[in-house]
């Protein structure tokens, strides 16, 4: 162990248990997370952490570390995932995997997304339980597998078949935290809720023939095309969902209506009306198609792919509904593929206290603002299975949200040394607020 085990706190204690796990390839497929939930096992039982292993299959461990409250308050759990995606080497300034330091930062896949935080969760816990801290409630450190793929190894395994060892009132994730400055303001974004991927499988019917007479078939992809087409144009009416709203009161005072949210947004700052744009309705992209296998044969079935991200309270449904009215009658078929996220946590309550006395603590002016991810997190796992209230939120201060959002599931992928100590603070604030 790289000096991560002895008393007390420093950034040489994060870095080098980010360096650790940054050279442990877990990338996803095929995982392979136990090196990584053994090597935070042995860390955190060195600061007299009570760790258990739990597996669906040997190689794919997830970690569940706890100090135990003295149970008359309220638990948090801090959840991280230890899989990463896939690096192209030829990619990088440097090796995916060195872990190496350079500048203040440290480099490698997964410093972002998101061993870095897994490293700051592990050592706000280990120094917590180093000074003798006990909550009221329990504190619980969650390093899971599979995130990046959802097999279901990681905590939607967890979650059915060792219920008990993660079951918390409150749980902070990935997913926010960013430091934004909007037309004079600062605001750290924290997400309390998410959208759900809903994608569809639209199959457009036609009938085969010899390429070389095509006027005697009905080809299923030209048939497809001008569906393509319209579904590049969907459009529905806005509506604010209440995350939307505390980002626009915090950001302008006041909500406007729908209709009007997001020029306004954009009116203080473009990157505003980015943030918000997705989170306006639900969105459409067709993504893949396959038509024939064959170059001389004219298909009589054109599959596309399309992706759907649904508002929370949207259905797959409903979706559908809306989709078949935009695309009009036809030959074709909609059929839902999945259901995943959609999930959202009260704003308010001690988890927000907590988040919002810190951005006040640390940054005098700067302001908490509630935010939906547009994608989604293992955090929907534990709203749904037990009611968690569960946010997205580790601060970053040092690295802007735009060269992150550019860096993450890409090359050169690295964190500054500040933003990791800055989120140990504030993990370790947090355990101190929500479970004293």
């Not at 020029?263 to 067709?286: F, W």
């Amino acid at each position: 162990m790289t000096g991560v085990a002895g008393a007390g706190t420093s950034a040489a204690d994060v870095v080098g248990l980010l360096q650790e796990l940054i050279r442990l390839d877990t990338t996803n497929p095929p995982g392979n997370e136990t090196v990584a939930a053994e090597l935070l096992r042995d860390y955190l039982e060195a600061a007299g952490v009570e760790c258990a292993l739990y597996a669906r299959t040997p190689d794919r461990a997830n970690l569940v570390a706890r100090i135990r409250g003295r149970g008359d308050g309220p638990s948090l759990a801090l959840l991280s995932h230890t899989d990463v995606v896939l690096a192209e080497a030829r990619e990088w300034e440097r090796a995916p995997f060195g872990g190496e330091l350079v500048d203040g930062e440290v480099w490698g896949r997964g410093a972002l997304d998101m061993k870095g935080e897994v490293a700051a969760s592990a050592a706000a816990v280990a120094t917590l339980a180093r000074e003798g801290w006990r909550g009221s409630g329990d504190l619980i450190f969650v390093a899971a597998a599979d995130e990046e793929v959802g097999d279901g190894f990681g905590l939607q395994w967890l979650v059915e078949a060792h219920p008990e060892a993660v079951r918390a009132d409150f749980s902070l994730n990935e997913g926010a935290g960013d430091r934004v400055e909007l037309g004079g303001k600062v605001l750290y974004l924290c997400a309390t809720a998410e959208k759900m991927s809903a994608p569809f499988l639209l199959r457009v019917h036609g009938r085969s023939g010899h390429a070389s007479m095509p006027s005697i078939a009905d080809n299923a992809l030209v048939k497809a095309a001008p569906l393509v087409t319209r579904l590049g144009e969907f459009a529905v009416e806005p509506q604010l969902i209440p995350e939307v709203e505390g980002f626009l009161a915090a950001l302008l005072g006041s909500v406007p209506p729908a209709p009007d949210a997001l020029a306004a947004a954009c009116a203080v700052a473009p990157l505003a009306g980015e943030l918000i744009e997705p989170l306006l309705a639900m969105t459409v992209a067709p993504t893949r198609a396959h038509a024939s296998d064959k170059r001389n044969v004219i298909p009589a079935l054109c599959e596309l792919t399309v992706d759907v991200r649904l508002l929370p309270g949207q259905t797959p449904a409903a979706a559908e509904a809306t989709l078949r009215a935009w695309l009009g009658p036809g030959d074709y078929e909609l059929v839902n593929l999945e259901a995943q996220g959609g999930t959202r946590s009260a704003i308010g309550g001690p988890l927000w206290d907590a988040v919002q006395s810190f951005v006040e603590a640390e940054e005098p002016g700067a302001a908490a603002a509630p935010f939906c991810v547009a994608g989604f997190t293992d955090s929907h796992w534990l709203r749904a299975a037990f009611g968690t209230v569960a946010y997205g939120f580790f601060p970053a201060r040092a690295l802007d949200a735009e060269t992150a959002a550019r860096l993450i599931h890409s090359a050169n992928e690295r964190v500054p040394v500040s933003d990791l100590e800055l989120g140990v603070r504030f993990l370790r604030h947090a355990a101190q607020t929500v479970c004293a």
